[in-house]
């Protein structure tokens, strides 16, 4: 017992005395467990830490509650990278909407990733067919701290309602709602994510659900006046009983920091991301058409990281 005791502890101390000069750890955040940006984090650190041996960093990705929650965490210096919509990072660089008297002018653009359509499902038997149907009905809203929240508030606001203007306007996060969903504690869930995911996926084979349109002239100023909005379908078959194409808005996932995070970590993190591309490419059906060139450009309205930048300059891809 001594013995394993001690040798446990010699072990320790020649690991700890190893790592102790060099280790930096970095964390970036997520979203839900049953979403997409939780793997996005997953997938990058997974790629990172393979070559921890070199360059010393370890990447963490813990579950967090989503865009806002994630860009607040980097700008309090709690978190250094982070998975947000495109919409919010507009916000938070640019000091509006929700970020009105509160910019964050040292938030960074690293790269963009999937899309991400404003998505809504319903019950089946709620009779809910369009978005303005929802009026009146049990509507998950999304949890505070979550893209999917934010964005909602914005899309009420273009059409002169409000979250009073449901029967009831719960705050469940992503990995409750499908459940709530099926349990008809809910008529429907909104959530703005990349497709294929666990939690529509869940919330359609649970109970007879329908992804719902969300289109008109509220919508359609809200794509033709904002640069990071942009019309988007939800393929038909991705989903148990939905064999049509969902027509909607959406925005892009984007990977962000802050530019007090040291150039050369950023570097590091992009580098494993693009050397190791096809594998990135493969940890998520929802990555499977990324291209380099669209996530070096699209839905990115913070400068770019100067880490980030030194990357792609050697790779010949920006001047
Ligand atoms: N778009 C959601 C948010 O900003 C997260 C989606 C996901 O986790 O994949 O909170």
Known sequence: MKAI?????????????????????????????????FVVGQSICRLVNRGTADHNLK???????????NINAIKAGDMDMGVAQSDWQYHAYNGSSQFEGDAFGDLRAVFSVHGEPFTVVARADSG???????????????????????????????MGKSADDFALASELKPA???????????DAIVYTVGHPNGSIQEATSTVDAKLVDVTGEAIDSLVNDNPYYAKATIPGGMYKGNDEDTETFGVKATFVTSASVPDDVVYTVVKAVFD??????????????????????????????????????ERGWIE
């Open 5 to 37: 005791k001690f040798a446990a502890f010699a072990a320790a101390l020649a690991v700890g005395g190893a790592a102790t000069a060099q280790e930096r750890f970095i964390t970036i955040g997520t979203g839900g467990q049953t979403g997409v940006y």
């Open 59 to 69: 990447c963490t990705a813990p579950s967090t509650g989503g865009s806002i929650a």
């Open 128 to 158: 809910i067919e369009t978005f303005d149907d929802l009026f009146g009905k049990r509507v998950n809203v999304g949890n505070p701290g979550s893209g999917q929240r934010a964005t909602m508030d914005v899309v009420l606001e273009a």
């Open 176 to 186: 409750e709602q499908s459940a709530a969903l099926g349990d008809n504690k809910v």
């Open 276 to 313: 190791n591309f096809d594998r990135f490419k493969g940890l998520h059906p929802a990555f499977a058409n990324l291209s380099e060139e669209e996530m070096i450009a699209d839905g990115l309205s913070a400068p770019l990281h100067p880490g980030a930048e030194m990357y792609y300059k």
